[in-house]
Nanobody, 124 residues
């Protein structure tokens, strides 16, 4: 089972940028889908962006389109990153990376391994 750890969160002003990273240890399947999710206090955990390791295809939810960029380069020891630009107060949440096999899904319950999360706070 793969173990995941996120980093890169912090406090940023509206309009600022952050780059989140997800480090992985353990066996990595080539058919993994890596997902970035976020959860604000009192709200459900929701997907932000996804990437398939095998072909690099990416998917974004409406909240992330045009502002966030997901990447993964296993050969360069970048399991997953999430570049977040033009941040808004509503982006404030704990951000998690997670993996599942085979196909992209927006359902968090389908993801089998999770990191502990990293806090992102955007001040107005």
């Amino acid at each position: 089972e793969v173990q995941l750890v996120e980093s890169g969160g912090g406090l940023v002003q509206t309009g600022g940028s952050l780059r989140l990273s997800c480090a992985a240890s353990g066996f990595i399947f080539e058919d993994y889908v890596i997902g970035w999710f976020r959860q604000a206090p009192g709200k459900e955990r929701k997907g932000v962006s996804y990437i398939m390791i095998k072909d690099g295809s990416t998917h974004y939810t409406d909240s992330a389109k045009g502002r966030f960029t997901i990447s993964s380069d296993i050969a360069r020891y970048n399991f997953a990153s999430l570049q977040m630009n033009s941040l808004k107060p509503e982006d404030t949440a704990t951000y998690y990376c997670a993996v599942k096999r085979y196909d992209v899904s927006q359902d968090p319950s389908e993801y089998t391994s999770w990191g502990p999360g990293t806090q992102v706070t955007v001040s107005s």
